[in-house]
């Protein structure tokens, strides 16, 4: 895995999602179990199978990495399982522009990476990202996953059976869900650092998520990518800037990248750190 193989991996043996879980991600979770109707719209999700149809659609369309379909990509899969201590998930490359990665399933995760993003990150870059989805199983995710992917089927479908009341009570769910899922985030980018092992890598991939552009890869400067996250923070100096920040991101389901990259930078040097101590084993990949 380019630089990789000139180093060495540390293995975390024990290695617990607690050890890593953001603590936004921890109180979004508890403050989502706690949506009155959740039992309810998850109950649909799996009474529709909306799991079992994405995963025969998937298979369909996509091509599985394996030891003989992008070798580089399965050695990332199983050294991230090998450090976070999982089963091994199915892995698929789909084609698709857009640079983007998802976990799906709860009783059968998979993992999808699209052709933008591999064709946007190098080696190391795309061992984060795919450490990054491992960490979605490692904390148990997958399964608010499955509900945030139908959770507009199912809330139409509510509105329609109780004359538009569980459509408005869904909106709740929504808003939580997407809070969730964001924090979510958070958690398994320390995951994807545990599975690199160097923070740089992972504060390219951001800077790439957030403007890069293949032909301009050469001339952009993490150095400069970091001071803009300060220049950002300053903004919460005003109450109305604060306000402005809820509204825009309020329904999105990730992070702004330069905050991923702060979150990201302050973990390293304190969590990780602790982590990646004396403790555990080395190994080359």
């Not at 000139?6 to 050890?19: E, I, N, S, V």
């Not at 991230?80 to 983007?100: A, H, K, S, W």
């Not at 390219?204 to 050469?218: C, E, I, Q, V």
């Not at 602790?274 to 190994?283: K, V, W």
Request: charge should be neutral; glycine fraction near 8%.
């Amino acid at each position: 895995m380019g630089e990789t193989k000139r180093r060495q991996l540390r293995t975390f043996p024990g290695l617990r999602a607690a050890d890593f879980q953001h603590p936004a991600d921890v109180a979004a979770t508890e403050a989502l179990r706690s949506v009155p109707g959740l039992d309810t719209v998850m109950s649909k999700v799996m009474e529709y199978g909306f799991e079992r149809l994405y995963y025969l659609d998937n298979v369909a369309s996509n091509v599985r990495v394996t030891e003989r379909m992008f070798p580089r990509l399965y050695r990332s899969l199983q050294w991230g399982c090998r450090i976070l201590e999982i089963e091994e998930p199915e892995l698929y490359v789909t084609v698709d522009p857009i640079p983007n990665a998802y976990t799906y399933g709860h009783t059968r995760p998979f993992i999808v990476l699209t052709s933008g993003l591999l064709d946007m990150l190098d080696d190391e870059e795309r061992f984060f990202v795919v450490g990054h989805e491992l960490g979605h199983i490692k904390a148990d995710h997958v399964l608010y996953t499955v509900l945030a992917k139908n959770i507009a089927a199912i809330v139409a479908l509510l509105g329609q059976a109780t004359l538009g009341l569980g459509a408005l009570l869904g909106q709740g769910l929504v808003f939580a869900l997407n809070e969730w899922f964001r924090t979510a985030e958070l958690t398994c980018d320390r995951a994807g650092l545990l599975c690199v092992q160097d923070v740089d890598p992972c504060i390219r991939a951001f800077m790439k998520l957030a403007g890069g552009a293949s032909r301009l890869y050469a001339e952009m400067d993490q150095g400069e990518f970091m001071r803009q996250i300060r220049a950002y923070e300053e903004a919460d100096r005003s109450a109305l800037n604060k306000a402005y920040k809820i509204l825009l991101t309020i329904y999105r389901s990730h992070p702004f990248p330069i905050l991923r990259a702060k979150e990201l930078d302050q973990w390293h040097g304190t969590g990780y750190r602790t982590l990646a101590g004396p403790a555990g084993f080395l190994a080359k990949p």
